[in-house]
């Protein structure tokens, strides 16, 4: 998956303009955090050979990076595994792989045997139900603001008056 692409839900687009689109700001900020999660839990497979001295056995690291990388890791794919348990199986399955690991809605549906544009909306329940697990609403939802404070009665004078 190349950064300057768009994949996964980011490729979703609506058909014309004036529609609305058909995965809101919320469904798309839920799939950017899972994407991190699953790259934070070095889960995607690698495509090329890694020159990364720890990998390769060259010149050693602190040993508190490679400790603190592979517990982020591990916290990483805890989270991961939280948030499956709360999925059904298939919306957890698309999920990962459109967002995970970058595949195609036609390569999901092809996979699976799932008629054409199911696998763009399972997407979308995914995305709805792992929003509600980070919190987040389609629209920002707060208390009702108060007045301000201060902690001096008045505001004193910029220039001194003269007595």
Known sequence: MRPEEPAGPAAIRPAGRGQEAFLASHHLAAATRFEALVRRAQLPPRLTMSYDPARVGGRQRGAGDIAHMGDAAAEARLALSRIADKLPAECWGVLFDVCGLGKGLQQVETE????????????????????????????????????????????????????
């Open 112 to 163: 699976r045997r799932w008629p054409r544009r199911s696998a763009k909306l399972v997407l979308r329940i995914s995305l709805e139900q792992l929003a509600a697990q980070f919190g987040l609403r389609e629209k920002a939802a707060g208390g009702n603001s108060a007045p301000m404070q201060g902690w001096r009665e008045r505001r004193l004078p910029l220039i001194a008056e003269k007595p």
